[in-house]
């Protein structure tokens, strides 16, 4: 089939959008390219086509699991073979799908970037038939970039195994310095990036002074209807926020690092299908989010990078209705961008000072240690020899990027369950529901061991075998463990610290220039671009960011905080005149880029006004930068 047979047929579209079908076009043809592609362009097609298109398994790497899961089931859903592999496996399900992958049963296989270093997949993947390979966030590969993660410094050395086949980096936020990096670090046999316009007609971008940020959240959930999300700063205020906007008859939830996963999963499920209005989150809210219908975010705080600002407001009106991004800002919030760079990262002195201690913690002395490996318990650190925890985390990344450890403070712990009775004493049971006991016979039949030690467990596919919803699972643990016939350990973060090299001595630590005075050199750099951006109320909001990414907007937007302030003079004939020209470009009721539309003789603010206003009438419909009749 043709990659256009596959997307009518798998995906029911008669056309690709924007610069899909180019994209594509440059994997068939075996060559390495980049895309950018600004949330909501449809990255996941531009792998998921040409992996149905050519032979052998198309390997995704990719940083988000409840992503790769979620994925990974959209896909079976439409009768294509995925797979993912992830921790809180077991070694046999891992055995299991990489065995699959090798003889063909598996066309796209989703992988975490850490599982790259591991012996099997990398003695399994030797044994693959290849398509290509897929590096989703790509970004991240940066050092110099907003998320840089070690871990994908290792994809590099998985592309010699299979040295011929072409790679596809996907991003949607990157500077024009982080282009060329993420192209130098995955080894492009030459510079190939395709790219969408940063664009976003039916997204407002809006810097609100604010005195009182609590007011006004409250303000624009009342004004405003629709899905919201609120970004916040820290976890205790995603708890307090959405106990507050809940007491004023708003549903919330908090959404953070902190929560089990499965918790996580639970309350954005909710959001997502509309039982809960707003989630209040941190950045840990993230990738993989994918609800279109969001009419507002709102950042009660001010984030340190533009790149971590354009992903998060992004997330507002994907389906290409109105939407608003709004910054709530006040009058210390440029002080509080020095401290968080002061916070992340520490003296050279301080860092050195943390990894001595951790010998202390350890008891590991200089000159041993190389591979001894335990779970961290930061409190315990932090209460030990009186640090902050903020700098302390900060000092481990930056030790683990200069090779000294490794610190992997996103580590998933799987869910583990033991029966604490024996299997007579099992069976003599009968006061159980009857519903309770047939949970009970499907998680003993689904694992074995579990009278003589802990066996790790995954919900997820309980809830599958089960016809159960996630969070029935959980609960039939709970009262499983609550009756004294398990002992049920739920889905956690639990951080794990690695010496990679012997302790070094105090007067042998050093930190490389790249792995620290560089790296806080561009920090720096980001938290000023941000800084000048919540100051500056004088440009259009839309090309303040487009220009951060490289991109030039020769008009302004029309409606952001500062474009509304510019008293609008044009006569109703004007618009009934614009409003002709753009509903006879869209005659033809196919898609059109939003430039199509732009004519020397009709200013660009006007253009925009009035696309606003056949969007809000439904007179037309947008997606991303392409526009057609409703």
Known sequence: MTTHEIL??????????????DIIGQIMSGNDVLGLMPTGGGKSITFQVPALALEGVCIVVSPLIALMKDQVQNLKARHIKAAAIYSGMTHTQILDTLENAVYGGVKILYVSPERLESELFQAKLSHMKVSFFTIDESHCICQWGYDFRPSYLKIAEIRKIHPTKPVLALTATATPAVVDDIQEKLGFKRKNCLS???????????VRKSKDKLADILEILTER????????SSRDKTSELADTLRGCGITAEGYNAGLTTLHRDIRQQKWTD????????????GMGIDKPDVRTVIHMDVPTSLEAYFQEAGRAGRDGEPAQAIMLVGSKDASILQLKFEAQYPTEEFIGKIYEHLGF???VGVGCGRGYSKIFNISKFCSTYKFFPTHVTSALHILTNAGYIKYDDERDSAARVRFIVDRDELYQLDELPLKLNDFMQTLLRRYTGLFTSYVNIDEEILAEQTGMAVQEVYESLLELSRRGIIRYIPRSKEPLLTFVIHRAAPENFFLPKECYQLLKERFKERIEYMTRYIQNDSECRSKQLLAYFGEELKEDCGKCDVCSTVPDD?????ADSITNHILSKLADHQQHHISELYSADIPSPKLMEVIQHLLQEEKIKARGVLLCLA
């Open 361 to 363: 913690f350890y008891e």
């Open 570 to 574: 044009s006569s109703s004939d004007e």
């Open 8 to 21: 009518k047929k798998y995906w029911g579209y008669d056309s690709f959008r924007g610069i899909q079908e």
């Open 225 to 232: 209807e629709g899905s919201a999300i609120v970004y916040v």
């Open 196 to 206: 969408m316009s940063f664009l976003r007609p039916n997204l407002s971008y809006i």
């Open 274 to 285: 509309d039982r809960t209005r707003v989630i209040v989150a941190t950045n840990a809210f």
